[in-house]
């Protein structure tokens, strides 16, 4: 017997595949650069939508956006860590979204207001 134990090849295994996926969350931002436009939005374009977004590997933005009925350029900070994407205009203020990506496809979804809403973007 050399001394290591089966549970500690499993502790040893689990530590390694988490410290990879630890690995693969820290450039997420940069895995959103790129420009993205509006393909679908719930309940409907008035109440919430990002028509468009250019997001750079840098952490910055720029969008065209409507919330409430208003539609605006804006630009700013962001950060996207692979579950939530928060935006930081640069006219104040902070909003977070849940986000999911999928390949070429994000999902941006504010589930505190009722009904929910949601945009998906498509990367051109």
Do not use: I, M, P
């Given at each position: 017997m050399t001394g290591v134990s089966v549970c500690d090849m499993r502790r040893?295994?689990?530590?390694?595949?988490?410290?990879?996926?630890?690995a693969l969350l820290v450039g997420c931002s940069g895995t959103l650069a790129g420009?993205?436009?509006m393909v679908e939005v719930q309940p409907n374009r008035q109440v919430f939508c990002i028509d468009d977004v250019t997001f750079?590997?840098?952490?910055?933005?720029?969008?065209?956006?409507?919330?409430?009925?208003?539609t605006l350029q804006e630009s700013g900070r962001y950060?996207?860590?692979?579950?939530?994407?928060t935006f930081w205009p640069d006219a104040g203020?902070?909003?977070?979204?849940d986000a999911l990506l999928k390949f070429n496809e994000l999902e941006i979804l504010d589930a505190k207001q009722t009904p929910k809403q949601m945009v998906i973007?498509?990367?051109?």
């Open positions: 040893y295994a689990t530590g390694l595949l988490c410290a990879a996926g630890l420009h993205w436009r750079s590997r840098d952490g910055s933005y720029s969008a065209t956006t409507t919330l409430k009925g208003k950060k996207f860590n692979g579950f939530e994407v203020g902070c909003r977070q979204y973007l498509k990367k051109d």
